[in-house]
T-cell receptor, first 115, second 114 residues
Framework: GAVVSQHPSRVICKSGTSVKIECRSL??????MFWYRQFPKQSLMLMAT?????????EQGVEKDKFLINHASLTLSTLTVTSAHPEDSSFYIC???????????FGSGTRLTVV | GENVEQHPSTLSVQEGDSAVIKCTYS??????FPWYKQELGKRPQLIID?????GEKKDQRIAVTLNKTAKHFSLHITETQPEDSAVYFC?????????????FGRGTQLTVWP
């Protein structure tokens, strides 16, 4: 079946630094990648949608200059949290869509802690 | 855009009993309705899904029903087991072979007591 590999699974960074999260589709072409953020005991909140080779579409309230998304190939999408602050601490998870019949394939998630 | 409402937010049942979680959606264009189970710190796991051309789908102890006219769909878990304890999310999306964005419900914390 379709697999999306997400790295790192956990990261702790200092306030003001940047963190990059990668999602790779291992055995299919991810034409669309969705990036979500999930705070404790809450639902998944869509941050942005990216299509390969195009600029990402951000949801209202999500700062595009803070959360940089790159989807340069059909198998790799990255989310960079720039100048991270403690309030950015959350569970970030990607989801790929692209292979007919497979629906959505979620990455394993990244637990970001900003200290 | 789409709005997905999910109830209840918490549900406790005795092992062996049935559990039902209900969701409503607002956009008649939505045509794909997945249900996810999420354990703490892990990715959502698809447990069952249904498309708008089907009214009911069953997979062993899990079933989903869809009422397009009323715009609601439900998850039914029979003979619950302690390992069914998790957060369950319903979702809705539209699209053809390539799906659009998912709209999630707020989630239901299911606890199954032994």
């Amino acid at each position: 079946g379709a697999v999306v590999s997400q790295h790192p699974s956990r990261v702790i960074c200092k306030s003001g630094t940047s963190v990059k999260i990668e999602c790779r589709s291992l055995d299919f072409q991810a034409t669309t990648m969705f990036w979500y953020r999930q705070f404790p005991k809450q639902s998944l909140m869509l941050m942005a949608t990216s299509n390969e080779g195009s600029k990402a579409t951000y949801e209202q309230g999500v700062e595009k200059d803070k959360f940089l998304i790159n989807h340069a190939s059909l198998t790799l999408s990255t989310l960079t949290v720039t100048s991270a602050h403690p309030e950015d601490s959350s569970f970030y998870i990607c989801s790929a869509s692209g292979q007919e019949g497979y629906g959505y394939t979620f990455g394993s998630g990244t637990r970001l802690t900003v200290v | 855009g789409e709005n997905v409402e999910q109830h209840p937010s918490t549900l406790s049942v005795q092992e062996g009993d049935s559990a039902v979680i209900k969701c409503t959606y607002s956009d008649s264009a939505s045509n794909y309705f997945p249900w996810y189970k999420q354990e703490l710190g892990k990715r959502p796991q698809l447990i069952i899904d249904i498309r708008s051309n089907v009214g009911e789908k069953k997979d062993q102890r899990i079933a989903v029903t869809l009422n397009k006219t009323a715009k609601h769909f439900s998850l039914h878990i029979t003979e619950t087991q302690p390992e069914d304890s998790a957060v369950y999310f319903c979702a809705a999306s539209s699209g053809g072979s390539t799906l659009g964005r998912l709209y999630f419900g707020r989630g239901t914390q299911l606890t199954v007591w032994p």
